[in-house]
């Protein structure tokens, strides 16, 4: 795979994980995440178990997730880094939450496809 039909590959994953992630449905998010998953926020590290079982739960929903502009993508060789501006609107246990972030997404190639390994977010400072 060349890395212009990895970039492109990406993206594309980039913008479908969004869909999933308002789709609120565990298992589809998960098809995106590597078995050993981690997030990385300001309250710590959370691994794919936590983040899914909240997800399955109710306990956490997104209502909007989309990406601003398209994302910065690298590949090095079978290792990318997606960085992208997020705006969120998620429930975490009935509160409701509006984000604008930024993510960095750390992906492996594995059996052909894109799976993210790590999952970085930070605010975006208010402009």
Request: proline share 1%; with cysteine.
């Amino acid at each position: 795979m060349s890395d212009d039909a990895g970039t492109a590959g990406l993206a594309a994953t980039a913008h479908d994980w969004a869909a999933a992630m308002v789709s609120n449905d565990a298992a589809r998010i998960a098809e995106f995440m590597a078995d050993d998953w981690v997030i990385v926020s300001e309250s710590g590290i959370s691994t794919r178990e936590r983040f899914l079982a909240f997800v399955e739960s109710g306990d956490l929903t997104h209502s909007a997730f989309q990406l601003v502009g398209e994302p910065r993508i690298r590949v090095h060789g079978d290792a990318a880094v997606v960085t992208a501006r997020v705006t969120n609107t998620a429930h975490y246990r009935g509160e409701r939450f509006d984000a604008d972030e930024w993510t960095t997404d750390v992906f492996v190639r594995r059996d052909d496809r894109w799976l993210c390994v790590l999952s970085h977010i930070t605010a975006a400072a208010r402009t």
